[in-house]
């Protein structure tokens, strides 16, 4: 064996010497070190590694610029240009190993085509198309005038550099370029408005009102174009594709889709889709593709367009973006892209410097076409100078689908290098810079506030009407807000004007939806048990509540916007919000929704009214107090635990609110330290205090013919307070404190160091603890907190 010659492998035009395993040289080292090669001559090693490196590449970029607002599709471009011929790309390990150019398109090409193909499947499925049929007058203007002004600047441009001699290939390039530079991409502004936290906005509900109705009318104009140019070449070929196309789009909507909605229909409700059909769904999306690819056109419409035909939302739509989701855009989104623009080569957009100066013209006069004419309309119709910028340019963002357009064009030898070259550069700096500038121009939390007015319980007028935002996200949470709502004592002369908001998380679908429902009936998700029990409540309250019911369906990050805008909206006073955990019949934690904990502390840092958050534990008994709308409940028995600051007078005013009905039994317990018996009251607040709890003294030394009642207990440390909380704590059915949140006293020092949600305060927080054992309600109260202006 040692005198036989190593075995060769053929690499491309090469001859790889491979080394046996064993052989050695007298120094102990392989007599050759060909393994890379021979390891990388292998397709499949060779993706893997190439995955790997994108990969890594990309989030390396990422972790380095994200601190200046960069987006992630933007540094998946700059590692493409790192991995591309103009920077690794020269070196030739990288070129020829890493990388080889062999027959044309490589696999990492094809792998990361299929994984856009059912990215823009998914973008299908959570692209609602109700919201363009629904869409205001205002957002259809916008979606039609952000096609065509480009459309026709840029075709003024080309008729200006065109040429006699020009030939038809350039002439094509440049009218191709032309079309995709003037689109409008709902997924592309989907996916920026939700990078940028702006998704259910003002201004982005707008824009994607406004780009889904381009998107449509992008389709429209796309076959209508495709359909003339193929029966101008070829009349019969023409008429068989245009037939199939047509057919298509019928099968899929009148067929497939009927379909889909059996399987939602046949699936029992809160079960998950059975994984067959997810399966098949799967197999549809990609034998659409080839249809449509068959047929002549781009095997991305067959999926896109499927992905239109299936139900977005739960349970069919979140579904598949659940499974599909994290992997397609995670991996095969990050090698299309990177890829993608690994094709790009600087050096070539010299070489013919009249596609270069077009490219370069055009590109820019369609973004700026687009910029003015959609800040146009904006700003004539009444938008705020910054808000109108930043939407036109939100508008004229670009992305992934305009690169696979332009990446399609030079597989198909229909765009030179050099101009591809350029555009894609220019999605690059439109993607790095767009989103900066929205940043800057609009944040709509820097002064959505600002100079608002006080909205508290006690800066109302004692027979005011009181405006609650009551926010529910399970039906659990409805019997206990409807029994807290029907203690606040709604009376003909104070009436109670009640806004219940079913707050839902988006799954499957790009667009947030806020419906109002309507008192008939009519509208959609009106059969949900809250919206009834709300309605029962106002039925049995007739001539002193009225109740508005609505449904808010957006992203987790963004459901404390869709609260808070709602509350300003409606000039709430007093934020009703269900603590995050759902406790069991034996007491304890059955469920925590960390979703809904955070969606708490952001209306709580943010909120433009009182905010109260309603602890419900007493699942375990339910029998004892169920929900009585046709009369006001048994005696019921508050308790109000009082330390003092502006948390504690604002519960405090809404338990003598409560105490109005005689069936309420209220008593108010002061925490006090020793050195509070002396009377000497120094501070602002502690004179506050005095004078709110002055009424309930006097009303207490009436004696039995007053329902409300004044204690005083000692407290000079956390533990004692602690005690003197064991102690009453099951003597009432519903005790309300203050927050008090960052606030240091003598009675409660050293429970901070305990607390386990800051958003309750400490004396809220060991209320909430489980280690009570007890089935008492607890409602923790925060007054207004984001008034001043500029605060945040």
């Not at 990215?119 to 957002?139: C, I, N």
């Not at 952000?146 to 009218?175: C, D, H, W, Y």
Request: aromatic share 10%; net charge neutral.
């Amino acid at each position: 064996m040692g005198d036989a010659p190593p075995p060769y492998l053929p690499y491309g035009n090469k001859t790889l010497e491979v080394c046996v395993p064993g052989e050695v040289d007298s120094k102990g080292i392989w007599e050759n070190l060909s393994y890379p090669s021979v390891f990388l001559s292998y397709p499949l090693p060779r993706l893997e590694l190439q995955i790997l490196l994108t990969f890594l590449c990309s989030h390396i970029i990422y972790l380095i610029v994200k601190p200046l607002g960069i987006t992630f599709f933007a540094t998946q471009m700059f590692a493409g240009l790192l991995l591309g011929h103009t920077v690794l790309g020269k070196l030739d390990t990288i070129n020829e190993l890493l990388f080889p150019q062999v027959s044309g398109i490589e696999i990492i090409d094809t792998t990361g085509l299929f994984g856009f193909v059912i990215f823009l499947f998914l973008m299908g499925v959570k692209m609602d198309l109700r919201v363009a049929f629904r869409s205001t007058k205002r957002a259809a203007v916008i979606g039609f005038i952000s096609i065509l002004a480009p459309i026709t600047v840029g075709l003024m441009i080309f008729a200006a550099f065109k040429k006699p001699e020009q030939s038809k290939e350039v002439n094509l390039e440049r009218l191709l370029g032309t079309t995709i530079e003037s689109l409008t991409s709902f997924s592309v502004i989907a996916c920026l408005l939700s990078e940028l936290n702006i998704l259910n906005s003002e201004l982005g509900r707008l824009a994607l009102s406004a780009s889904a109705i381009a998107d449509v009318g992008t389709l429209i104009l796309v076959f209508v174009f495709s359909s003339m140019a193929k029966w101008a070449n070829a009349p019969s070929v023409a008429a068989v594709n245009t037939a199939a196309s047509i057919a298509f789009v019928v099968i899929l909507f009148f067929v497939f889709r009927p379909i889909m909605f059996w399987v939602i229909n046949t699936t029992p409700e809160g079960k998950p889709i059975k994984e067959v059909y997810i399966v098949l769904i799967v197999m549809v999306a990609i034998g659409c593709s080839i249809f449509s690819h068959f047929f002549g056109d781009s095997p991305l419409i067959g999926a896109f367009v499927f992905g239109l035909a299936v139900p977005d939302g739960p349970p069919l739509g979140s579904a598949l973006v659940d499974k599909l989701e994290c992997f397609v855009n995670g991996v095969f989104l990050a090698v299309f892209t990177t890829t993608s623009t690994m094709r790009v080569d600087v050096k070539s957009m010299m070489e013919n410097q009249s596609r270069f100066l077009f490219s370069i013209i055009f590109v820019c006069v369609t973004f700026l076409a687009k910029v003015i004419s959609c800040f146009i309309v904006t700003f004539w119709s009444l938008m705020p100078l910054k808000d109108s910028l930043a939407f036109a340019l939100i508008m004229s963002s670009k992305g992934i689908v305009e690169l696979s357009y332009f990446c399609s064009f030079i597989d198909n030898k229909i765009m030179s290098k050099a101009t591809f070259s350029v555009l894609v550069l220019g999605i690059l700096v439109n993607s790095t810079m767009v989103p900066l500038l929205v940043k800057l121009l609009y944040n709509p939390d820097s002064r959505r506030y600002a100079g608002y007015e006080k909205r508290t319980l006690m800066h109302l007028k004692p027979d005011s009407e009181l405006r609650v935002l009551a926010c529910t996200h399970r039906s659990e949470n409805v019997s206990t807000i409807i029994e807290l709502l029907d203690l606040t004592c709604p009376a003909k002369e104070s009436p109670q004007l009640v806004f219940a908001l079913h707050i839902v998380e988006l799954k499957g679908r790009d667009s947030p939806v806020f419906i109002a429902h309507q008192k008939n009936g009519n509208s959609a998700l009106s059969s949900l048990e809250n919206i009834f029990a709300y309605n029962q409540y106002e039925q049995n309250n007739w001539d002193s509540v009225t109740v508005h019911a609505f449904t808010a369906i957006s992203p987790p990050k963004l459901m404390h916007e869709d609260i808070c805008i709602m509350a300003l909206n409606k000039q709430t006073s007093f934020v009703i919000l269900p603590f995050h955990r759902k406790f069991s019949i034996d007491g304890s934690i059955e469920d925590e929704n960390s979703v809904m904990r955070n969606v708490n502390c952001s209306v709580l840092d943010r909120a433009p009214c009182s905010v109260g958050i309603l602890i419900d534990s007493r699942v375990a008994d339910r029998g004892r107090k169920t929900l009585k709308t046709s009369s006001r409940m048994p005696t019921c028995s508050i308790g109000m635990l009082f330390i003092g600051g502006k948390d504690d007078r604002e519960a405090l005013t809404l338990a003598k609110r409560m105490a109005r009905d005689p069936q309420v039994n209220l008593t108010v317990i002061r925490l006090i330290a020793d050195h509070h018996h002396s009377g000497n009251i120094m501070d602002w607040d502690g004179i506050l205090d005095s004078e709110i709890l002055k009424d309930v003294k006097q009303k207490n030394e009436v004696g039995n013919s007053c329902n409300i009642m004044y204690a005083e207990k000692v407290s000079n440390d956390g533990p004692q307070a602690a005690g003197v909380i064991r102690s009453i704590v099951n003597n009432y059915d519903l005790i309300i404190v203050g927050r008090r949140y960052g606030v240091e006293s003598v009675q409660t020092m050293g429970l901070a160091e305990w607390c386990e949600f800051p958003e309750l305060g400490v004396v809220g927080d060991l209320l909430a603890s489980t280690d009570l054992n007890s089935s008492v309600s607890v409602l923790v109260v925060q007054q207004q907190y984001y008034v001043e202006l500029g605060r945040h």
